[in-house]
T-cell receptor, first 117, second 113 residues
Framework: ETGVTQTPRHLVMGMTNKKSLKCEQH?????MYWYKQSAKKPLELMFV???????ENNSVPSRFSPECPNSSHLFLHLHTLQPEDSALYLC????????????????FGPGTRLTVL | QKEVEQDPGPLSVPEGAIVSLNCTYS??????FMWYRQYSRKGPELLMY????GNKEDGRFTAQVDKSSKYISLFIRDSQPSDSATYLC?????????????FGGGTRVLVKP
C-alpha cells in the first residue's frame, strides 16, 4: 500500500447505526486530518491530529468521534447520524513541521462516500 | 461571506484552449496559496503552490497571486481531456502543519476533445 488509504470506500448506514471509518497513511507523516466534502461546498476541516494529539476540532457534532491510536492510523467513529451527514469523508496527512518547501502539503486519501438513510 | 470564493462552474472548453481559474479571498493573513486537482472518485492532489505574491510556472500550468487584490489564478495551457477535473484553491496563513488549509468550493472543468 502506498500514500493514504481509506476504508470502506462506500458506506450506507441507518440513523441508529454505529460505524467507523478507517484511514492509514504510509508516508511517514505525523499529522492527520479528517475533512467533510459535501456537494457544492468547500472542504470542511473536522479534526486535526498532530503527533497523535488532537489540535483542532472545528465545532463538529459529538456524533462524530475521532481516534488516533498512532501516527499512521486515524479513525472516525459514527453514531446516530443524520441524513445531512451524507457526504464524502476525506482523510489527509502531512509532516509537522513541514520540511524543505515550508508549506503544508497535505496528501489525501480517496475518501469514503457515506450515505445516511 | 465565505473566506474563499470560487466559481463552481462547470467550465467547458475545447481541447487545446487555455483554462482560466480563479479564487478571491478575504483574509489578508494568507501567505501560502495552493491549487489542488480532484478527479471523480479520488481525493484532491496538489498541483502547485505559491508563497506570497507572484507567478509560478510548471509545464502547462501557471499560478498567479495578487495579494493586493486578494485574487489568485491558475492557467492551464494547451488543455487536454485528461485535465477534466475539479480544481480547488486552498490557502494557509503560516507554514506550520497543524494549521488548517482553507479551501474554495472548487471549479469543475470539462475539456472536450
Amino acid at each position: 500500500e502506498t500514500g493514504v488509504t481509506q476504508t470502506p470506500r462506500h458506506l450506507v448506514m441507518g440513523m441508529t447505526n454505529k460505524k467507523s471509518l478507517k484511514c492509514e497513511q504510509h508516508l511517514g507523516h505525523n499529522a492527520m486530518y479528517w475533512y467533510k466534502q459535501s456537494a457544492k461546498k468547500p472542504l470542511e476541516l473536522m479534526f486535526v491530529y498532530s503527533l497523535e494529539e488532537r489540535v483542532e476540532n472545528n465545532s463538529v457534532p459529538s456524533r462524530f468521534s475521532p481516534e488516533c491510536p498512532n501516527s499512521s492510523h486515524l479513525f472516525l467513529h459514527l453514531h446516530t447520524l443524520q441524513p445531512e451527514d451524507s457526504a464524502l469523508y476525506l482523510c489527509a496527512s502531512s509532516q509537522d513541521p513541514p520540511s524543505g518547501r515550508g508549506y503544508n502539503e497535505q496528501f489525501f486519501g480517496p475518501g469514503t462516500r457515506l450515505t445516511v438513510l | 461571506q465565505k473566506e474563499v470564493e470560487q466559481d463552481p462552474g462547470p467550465l467547458s472548453v475545447p481541447e487545446g484552449a487555455i483554462v482560466s481559474l480563479n479564487c478571491t479571498y478575504s483574509n489578508s493573513a494568507f501567505q501560502y496559496f495552493m491549487w489542488y486537482r480532484q478527479y471523480s472518485r479520488k481525493g484532491p492532489e496538489l498541483l502547485m503552490y505559491t508563497y506570497s505574491s507572484g507567478n509560478k510556472e510548471d509545464g502547462r500550468f501557471t499560478a498567479q497571486v495578487d495579494k493586493s487584490s486578494k485574487y489568485i489564478s491558475l492557467f492551464i495551457r494547451d488543455s487536454q481531456p485528461s485535465d477534466s477535473a475539479t480544481y480547488l484553491c486552498a490557502m494557509s496563513p503560516i507554514k506550520a502543519a497543524g494549521n488548517k488549509l482553507t479551501f474554495g468550493g472548487g471549479t469543475r472543468v470539462l475539456v472536450k476533445p
